[in-house]
């Protein structure tokens, strides 16, 4: 598929051209007066710390999957889902050695299961749809933290489900520490100097309720919202109080790119990518952060002047089509709004400088990978489901597609549990092809493992997107080639995903699963 006609993405939307005015765009150009709300920050939660014998430490984390209403729009509460919470959850912070020991306890009146994104854990501790958990039912993975530093996050990951759990609450984020990158004196006083920032979009019901898929193209290009809310508060300030603020910023949107970016232009560093701290910071004064992607940066006001966090329109070129199709790509990258205002107070503290090294990466090169696999990343345009599989929330084969019909696939499979897509052997390293043959932009995410990117478009990447990831996004028609090594864990039953993170792609089969086995 390598072009699409009007008349094929009309019959693909279900609707008329004019229908596509409607779709969601974030109000613009919020003015200063708008940042009422403080923001929140999410409860930090460092588990019941214990010596084990020989002196291994261990943390024992409950998590509580519960309903709840959370006050965001002012036609009153909102039903949302939690974790010890009403919505979201708090944000786990361990170290490089510990054992966690998690206690996930179901209490949302449906299945659910909690995935560790970017934690290196055995498979059937990972939490992807394997382990789901029944509601009231509970699941205790132990595992240990043996990677760097990094910003992570937890999220639900049940089959057909990650999109409305997620979007209704179920995330939070994971903060690993390691003793080299305490030793660099980053800001790291969390909610002082390390923020947290957790960035979704949301719509709502005239009543005040969540507002999910209930418009034409939200299955094509994902739920997207028209307020957005950081950490679950709308319209935030933050009041710095240091001279540089490190920002953690995690896409836990279902769909929407983050092109971040400050009003005044000013420049700022990136000092991690998804799987921890780059080689060096990279100054940037534009960043893209799509959903699952999580990035570090500090940002100096010294100046002392009021700035905000905002998100600008893409730089990414992007097919032309006409009419319709250009207007829902509008939606995914021509949008700019503003997203955190950020409220240096006087007498700033003086943090010591960024240093000018932060880690060293092991080079990579093509060369090291043993062998190729090819993914290629798919959409129906037509109106059959193709497999025969279902694409998801029930099998649509033959049928018009609902809300946009068509489905979503890997390597023309639509993702089902009773398929094991791919075997690797255990202490491969591999290089991961995968294509995106849509024209829309796919963020591609791997279990188990955090990778390199060797070259996009057969170019060495940027300085952003040389570090580790485990979540890289692709525009379309892209391809990226991903170093992947599978060198820890082994199961002959359990597997790991690999999937499309806009998480209605996910839920309707843009995911496949792998095993990793001694034998290959
Ligand atoms: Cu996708």
Redesign the pocket.
Known sequence: MNSVTRRQLLKMLGVSAAGMMSLPVIARAQTASNFVNPLLIPPLDTGTFMQEEGGVPRRRFELNLQKGTSLFVPQGETATLGINGNYLGPTLRFKRGDILDIQVNNRIGEESVLHWHGLHVPQRFDGGPMQSIADQGSWNPVFDARQPAATLWYHSHAMHKTGPQVYHGLAGMMILDDDPSAALDLPSRYGIDDIPLILQDKRFKPDGQLDYMSRYGDMMI?QHGDIMMVNGTVSPFFEARTDKIRLRILNGSNARLFNVAFNDGREFLQIASDGGLLEKPVPLKRLMVTPGERVELLVDVSDGQTVILRSEPSENHFPVFQGAFSELMRAMHGESFDILEIRPQTNLERLPPVPAVLASLPAVSADMGMRTRRMR?N?GFGSRSGSGQGPGLGNRTGQGGGYGGGH?SINGRVMTMSYINERVKLGDTEIWEVLND?P????FHIHGSQFRVLDRNGVPPPAQQTGYKDTVHLHGRETVRLLVSFTEFADDMYTYMYH???LE??DRG?MGQFLVTENG
Not at 440 to 443: A, L
């Open positions: 994902g990343l959409m979503f849509t829309m932009v796919h963020p499309c993170h806009t792609h996910e843009m």
